[in-house]
């Protein structure tokens, strides 16, 4: 069964280093998404993004993330300069369209700011 | 805003019991409703979804039951089994088209044997 891949499955950082957590969609997918959890708390939506460019962000994603599909099967997040409150777990996620469709998620990246 | 929101954070049935999870939501336009399963260091995994112009839809072992008048969604589980523990999440997609997810809070399932 095709799925989502996220590495590094852990990543601790120093707080102002940056960080790029990676993921492969599944190949046929066109929307990707990223969400984050904070222990114990809901997942929230980070970003969308579908044909290359940002489609939606939420209030979260500030100047600080940026999102990239360089060679059309990665899709990586980059946090340019941590923060401890960017301590949590991140979801990538993808679906083949937009709309009233199942989203795929990945097995998440746990993010650890120190 | 948009929000989702869950009755109870846990829940605890015996196993071979139904279980009953229930979720509130806040945003009218809704049309697109997803109950998700996230076991301990995973990701969420899809259960059943249902589009607003149903009130009811049925899977393997699962039912969700979907009240608009009330905007109140619900995820019926049968015969609740150990491999059933984990968090529950019901998530909307919202008046959005990029097929972002409104998640609510998590509702933690504990199946006693």
């Known amino acids: 069964e095709p799925e989502v891949t996220q590495t590094p499955s852990h990543q601790v950082t120093q707080m102002g280093q940056e960080v790029i957590l990676r993921c492969v969609p599944i190949?046929?997918?066109?929307?990707f998404y990223w969400y984050r959890q904070i222990l114990g708390q809901k997942v929230e939506f980070l970003v969308s993004f579908y044909n290359n460019e940002i489609s939606e962000k939420s209030e979260i994603f500030d100047d600080q993330f940026s999102v990239e599909r360089p060679d059309g099967s990665n899709f990586t997040l980059k946090i340019r300069s941590t923060k401890l409150e960017d301590s949590a777990m991140y979801f990538c996620?993808?679906?083949?369209?937009?709309?009233?469709?199942?989203?795929?998620f990945g097995q998440g990246t746990r993010l650890t700011v120190v | 805003g948009e929000s989702v929101g869950l009755h109870l954070p846990t829940l605890s049935v015996q196993e071979g019991d139904n279980s009953i999870i229930n979720c509130a939501y806040s945003?009218?336009?809704?049309?697109?409703f997803i109950w998700y399963k996230q076991e301990s260091g995973k990701g969420p995994q899809f259960i059943i979804d249902i589009r607003s112009n149903m009130d009811k839809r049925q899977g393997q072992r699962v039912t969700v039951l979907l009240n608009k008048t009330v905007k109140h969604l619900s995820l019926q589980i049968a015969a609740t089994q150990p491999g059933d523990s984990a968090v529950y999440f019901c998530?909307?997609?919202?008046?959005?088209?990029?097929?972002?997810?409104?998640f609510g809070q998590g509702t933690t399932l504990q199946v006693k044997p």
């Open positions: 996620a993808s679906l083949n369209r937009g709309g009233d469709t199942e989203a795929f």
């Open positions: 998530a909307e997609s919202g008046s959005s088209n990029t097929g972002k997810l409104i």
């Open positions: 190949s046929n997918h066109l929307y």
């Open positions: 945003n009218s336009a809704s049309d697109y």
